[in-house]
């Protein structure tokens, strides 16, 4: 073990205790053999920190997602394996890590340990929790998220990229996402999905894979329980590690989700980096009602970003399209129809340029060496 540094106290971990606990899915990426010892005393947790905690009393999250995705039922006096992360929810709670290892709360059914400092009203009180003690390893070093994340991958047009943002949370961006997925998929091509910003949870990733994706990502596969309070060039290093491990997996193309609204201030710094745009050729805005999407595509066209339709939940009512159709000249699709290959490929046109593009400056690298022409080809149809 160890020696004691001051102010911290440092007790061996049980390996049959750690093996009873509920690990939540944000930790699905940590090896849990490397864990030695259990870290109190005076220590400031940092967002990513592996803690054990126990469950004083049920609130909202009532359920933990689990790495294999089951909800498990909680009980008071459970032991959970969760992550310190903060949290942007306007439809939930902002939460924030505090400076101790003070009782918290549970601020995500992913798994996401901080102080909830902000609820909507309809959300419940969230679930109390009691940190026993961060992980350490063999070494005594806090186990971080970080230490499981892929390895750093920079994107230089790595891939064709769609980018699926909204106004708010439930918006329709998964469903628009899952969609965009089947239909690309349906088209006889290897796409690709990642989640780039967000809290951490399975759903999203699972529908993808659900949708037809042959390789889905997110950013706790970089390293991250959650993106708020991210700066810029982190989020923009999360893009261009998960594209770049899409294409090196085979992805023809990549769907990419953006979390939350276009108010957000992670995704407003996203989208307004230069960085980011050269990176991507088409932008789907998912909207809940008409306002908010012209709204969208106003402050969009003014970032001379490529966005290319509407869709989300504004497309479930006839009036509200019309209400758009009023006042822009993109595109109003319904989500449902993104599936269909014949009705996704009205945006592929910038897409299957840029592929062109890319693919004679492959070739003129490595003669005879075109794959992004052949994926042209293919979307074309």
């Avoid at 004083?56 to 992550?83: C, W």
Wanted: charged residues 20%.
């Amino acid at each position: 073990m160890k020696p004691a540094m001051t102010g911290k106290c440092f007790r061996g971990l049980d390996r049959t205790r750690l093996a009873r606990t509920k690990k939540a899915y944000t930790t699905r990426r940590v090896a849990f053999d490397d864990a030695r010892h259990l870290i109190s005393g005076a220590v400031a947790p940092r967002p990513g920190d592996l803690v054990l905690a126990r469950v004083d009393r049920i609130g909202h999250h009532a359920k933990l997602e689990l790495r294999s995705g089951r909800r498990a039922q909680m009980y008071p006096g459970d032991e959970i394996v969760v992550s310190f992360g903060n949290r942007y929810a306007p439809d939930q709670f902002e939460a924030l890590v505090g400076p101790d290892l003070a009782p918290c709360h549970l601020a995500a059914a992913g798994g996401i340990a901080a102080s909830v400092t902000a609820r909507h009203d309809k959300a419940r009180k969230p679930t109390r929790i009691t940190p026993l003690g961060l992980l350490g390893n063999g070494g005594g070093e806090v186990m971080n998220l970080a230490d499981y994340a892929l390895e750093p991958r920079a994107t230089v047009h790595a891939l064709p990229t769609v980018v699926v943002v909204g106004t708010a949370m439930n918006a329709g961006k998964t469903a628009v996402a899952a969609s965009l997925v089947k239909g690309i998929e349906s088209a006889g091509v290897a796409v690709g999905a990642a989640k780039i910003t967000g809290t951490g949870a399975g759903g999203d990733p699972w529908r993808m894979i659900d949708a037809g994706a042959t390789e889905v990502l997110d950013f706790t596969d970089a390293g991250y329980a959650s993106t708020y309070g991210l700066g810029p060039r982190q989020v923009l290093a999360i893009f261009g590690t998960l594209i770049g491990h899409l294409a090196e997996r085979g992805a023809q193309i990549a769907v990419v989700e953006i979390a939350d609204g276009l108010f957000q201030k992670e995704t407003q710094a996203l989208l307004g980096a230069t960085a980011f745009s050269r990176q991507i050729d088409a932008i789907i805005h998912a909207a809940q009602d008409a306002v908010g999407a012209v709204a969208g595509i106003q402050w969009m066209t003014a970032q001379q970003l490529p966005i290319a339709a509407i869709s989300g939940v504004v497309t479930r009512s006839p009036l509200a399209i019309r209400e758009v159709e009023g006042w822009s000249t993109l595109p109003v699709i319904e989500t449902r129809a993104l599936s269909d290959p014949a009705v996704g490929r009205r945006l592929w046109g910038p897409i299957v340029e840029r592929a062109r593009d890319l693919g004679d400056a492959e070739a003129a690298v490595e003669p005879g060496a075109r794959p992004r022409e052949k994926l042209a080809e293919l979307l074309a149809g």
